[in-house]
């Protein structure tokens, strides 16, 4: 059984989360920078941050491919799956925790699970209902330590499982050496990147 998308329902908008525990820190202010570069371009997003919801990160039930859908749990991701599925456009931003993604970001991800079709037997043929529907995204990650290696598999965690959900994704941003809260808005040229990437973004999904 799957999800079985309306296209009709797919807006020209872009839907932006954000996956530090840390409040007004780095990835907070370059999402709002992201998201001021996509609304100059005429574009609606709506800002997302994942340390707001109380929601389990995905116990492998299998449930989803009975029903199509994430009904093992009732929590704050219920919501956020149409949201998903009615924004062409995705931001997703975390902050490297240990060469990765956070927590936070990870247990998105792996939500995103009920998303997928598989055929019977398994490993077989398996697609997404995102599949094939102009979906495009960006991701970011901001470290402190200042070469691309200190960032570990951060953007390649957040890039492979969209792209294998459906999305092209058109950028993935690196933020290099960046330790302290708020730190980044002393850097002009980073915030301005993050600005140009929302930009970039809304100009391929809209209409
Ligand atoms: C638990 C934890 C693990 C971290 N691991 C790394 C790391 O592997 N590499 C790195 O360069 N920075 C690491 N950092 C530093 C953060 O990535 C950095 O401070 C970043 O600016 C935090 O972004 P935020 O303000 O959006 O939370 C780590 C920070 C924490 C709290």
């Known amino acids: 059984m799957s999800l079985k998308i309306d296209e ?15 409040k007004d820190g780095n990835s907070d202010i370059l999402l709002r920078h992201f998201c001021a570069g996509a609304n100059q371009a005429g574009v609606e997003t709506e800002k997302i941050q994942l340390r707001d919801l109380e929601f389990t990160p995905c116990v492998g039930c299998e449930l989803c491919r009975k029903t199509g859908a994430c009904t093992r749990f009732d929590d704050d991701l219920t919501a956020i799956y149409p949201k998903i599925i009615e924004s062409r ?20 991800i792996d939500r995103l699970y009920c998303f997928y079709n598989f055929a019977e037997p398994r490993p ?5 209902e995102l599949d094939n529907q102009g979906r495009k995204a960006i991701v970011a990650a901001v470290c402190e330590q200042e070469t691309k290696r200190d960032m570990g598999f951060t953007l390649e965690a957040m890039q ?9 994704v ?11 809260k708020g730190k980044v808005t002393e850097y002009a040229d980073v915030l301005q990147a993050a600005e140009n990437a929302g930009t970039a973004l809304a100009r391929t999904i809209r209409p």
């Open 8 to 22: 009709d329902l797919i807006q020209p908008k872009i839907l932006a989360l954000g996956a530090s525990p840390r």
């Open 89 to 108: 456009g995705l931001f997703l931003i975390s902050p490297v925790h240990n060469y990765n993604v956070t927590a936070w970001m990870k247990g998105f």
């Open 124 to 128: 077989g043929h398996w697609d997404s």
């Open 160 to 168: 492979m499982p969209l792209e294998a959900l459906g999305y092209e």
């Open 170 to 180: 058109r950028e993935a941003l690196p933020v290099l050496g960046v330790f302290e």
